[in-house]
């Protein structure tokens, strides 16, 4: 007599969940591991193992799993997340306000890219400037829908266009994230055209 078969069946998350945990890996990986007692490399890499279990255990609200994880992962249309090729790390692709070096190569950028914000935001940007805020870069975007959804999270949403090719002339360093995403310093107000 053979022995019975079971299949396995893993509950999706609720929309909600997937967004709780998406909000949750982000603010830790790249603002606050601390908060649950996590500790990144220089790199910015967690071990999964490690990251599931702090979470699970921290009182965050949130269980997770390395399904769960997955999920979250791979469904990201932002790909805010980079598993290593061994699949035992993971890391926020940018926007880290902590001091990480993501060991990205300097890129030539295209003669213009975008950047989304919201219309409160516009004068004070026009006289100084895109700051990094608390980030550790500015981010730019190389469609204008992308920065138009960015914008949006914001408020009303404005695009700029930044020419991206005369800052570069100007010894402006760039870079692209794993999710690409366009990183760079600052962008001093006389680059961008509004």
Do not use: C
């Not at 295209?110 to 919201?118: C, N, R, S, V």
Request: charged letters at 25%; proline letters at 5%; hydrophobic letters at 35%.
């Amino acid at each position: 007599m053979r022995a019975p078969v079971f299949s396995q069946q893993v509950k999706k998350m609720t929309p909600n969940e997937h967004t709780k945990i998406s909000k949750l890996l982000s603010y830790v990986l790249r603002h606050k591991p601390d908060a649950i007692g996590l500790t990144l490399d220089d790199q910015g890499w967690a071990d999964i193992d490690t990251l599931i279990d702090k979470i699970n255990t921290s009182n965050q609200g949130s269980t997770l799993n390395r399904s769960r994880l997955q999920e979250v992962v791979l469904s990201s249309d932002k790909k805010r997340f980079t598993l290593s090729g061994d699949g035992k790390k993971i890391r926020a692709a940018q926007g880290h306000s902590i001091d990480i070096d993501l060991d990205l190569k300097p890129v030539k950028p295209p003669e213009f890219l975008y950047h989304g914000t919201a219309t409160r935001f516009l004068d004070s940007i026009l006289q100084e400037g895109l700051k990094p805020q608390q980030r550790q870069h500015v981010h730019l975007s190389k469609d204008i829908e992308t920065a138009t959804t960015v914008g949006e999270r914001y408020g009303k949403p404005v695009i700029l266009t930044v020419n991206t090719g005369l800052m570069y002339e100007h010894g402006f360093t760039f870079y692209i994230a794993e999710n690409g995403v366009w990183l760079t310093k600052k962008v001093p107000a006389q680059f961008i055209i509004s």
